[in-house]
């Protein structure tokens, strides 16, 4: 249960990672010929993936009342 949990919170922490990394994009100006990567890969992966991983963690942490 404890991994169901995980898996689950981890996946819907995509929608919010996905949005703040497109509005971090839009904001930065929408840079699209290679202009700025740092912000390219900082928008279109780092936030995303520190959101999916956040989740993962966030779940493991407190289902520790399903663990046996």
Do not use: K
């Not at 991994?3 to 919170?9: A, D, E, K, N, Q």
């Not at 996946?11 to 100006?29: A, C, D, E, K, Q």
């Not at 990567?37 to 989740?55: Q, T």
Request: net charge negative; aromatic share 10%.
């Amino acid at each position: 249960m404890r991994l169901t949990r995980t898996l689950v919170m981890g996946s819907l922490m995509v929608i919010p990672g996905l949005f703040l990394g497109l509005l971090i994009w839009i904001l930065s100006g929408q840079p699209e010929d290679g202009e700025s990567p740092l912000i390219e890969v900082l928008a279109c992966n780092a936030i995303p993936l520190a959101s999916i991983f956040s989740g993962l963690f966030f779940g493991w942490v407190t289902g520790s009342e399903y663990a046996e």
